[in-house]
T-cell receptor, first 114, second 115 residues
Framework: DQQVKQNSPSLSVQEGRISILNCDYT??????FLWYKKYPAEGPTFLIS?????DKNEDGRFTVFLNKSAKHLSLHIVPSQPGDSAVYFC?????????????FGKGTHLIIQP | DTEVTQTPKHLVMGMTNKKSLKCEQH?????MYWYKQKAKKPPELMFV???????INESVPSRFSPECPNSSLLNLHLHALQPEDSALYLC??????????????FGSGTQLSVL
């Protein structure tokens, strides 16, 4: 049972345009969400996070939107750059206390075309 | 220092070998994690150490044995592995062990091949 879903295995976007990556979750206990970027044979790198008390968080070119009622979040990257080409993982956790680790989606491979 | 350092980067071992993966962080984080990632799959949680005590074992086979010698170090001892255990093994750490979101910092991983 997949609790965090990224339904697009890949996404191709032209350089300079907006990239929108989507993520859905089923576990209503999740209240903290993160996006990680990963290159092959490397560990995931933290990009941006959002708590369920917010519906938007922005950091430079990256913005994460959270729709709690739809159990949906999205990552917007604008403008997209060639170095953004990577696999993006959505992750979620329950802030209730303790270190429980993160539950990851399957990832979306973002390809930025020149 | 925001790094999680893993050694070795690559490891090839036979099914009868005993080897260890090592992980180190100097961020003062009190939670450390082992994840396993196979190609085109998400990272899967294996173990969590909180304040140097094993707090989560996600039903991992006993051929994987974690150890946390101190708050900065995390080891994963491997014995009698199977070819299907070949994967990228990721170590991570986080500061938060109480209420509040966990932001995990990952190492670059050990790419393990079992022959």
């Amino acid at each position: 049972d997949q609790q965090v879903k990224q339904n697009s295995p890949s996404l191709s976007v032209q350089e300079g345009r907006i990239s929108i990556l989507n993520c859905d979750y089923t576990n209503s206990m999740f209240d903290y969400f993160l996006w990680y970027k990963k290159y092959p044979a490397e560990g995931p790198t933290f990009l941006i996070s959002i708590s369920s008390i917010k519906d938007k968080n922005e950091d430079g070119r990256f913005t994460v939107f959270l729709n709690k009622s739809a159990k949906h979040l999205s990552l917007h990257i604008v403008p997209s750059q060639p170095g953004d080409s990577a696999v993006y993982f959505c992750a979620a956790s329950d802030q209730g206390g303790g270190a429980d680790g993160l539950t990851f989606g399957k990832g979306t491979h973002l390809i930025i075309q020149p | 220092d925001t790094e999680v350092t893993q050694t070795p980067k690559h490891l090839v071992m036979g099914m009868t070998n005993k080897k260890s993966l090592k992980c180190e962080q100097h961020m003062g984080h009190r939670a450390m994690y082992w994840y396993k990632q196979k190609a085109k799959k998400p990272p899967e949680l294996m173990f969590v150490y909180s304040y140097e005590k094993l707090s989560i074992n996600e039903s991992v086979p006993s051929r994987f044995s974690p150890e946390c010698p101190n708050s900065s170090l995390l080891n994963l001892h491997l014995h009698a592995l199977q070819p299907e255990d070949s994967a990228l093994y990721l170590c991570a750490s986080s500061q938060s062990t109480g209420a509040g979101g966990e932001k995990l910092f990952f190492g670059s991983g050990t790419q393990l091949s079992v022959l």
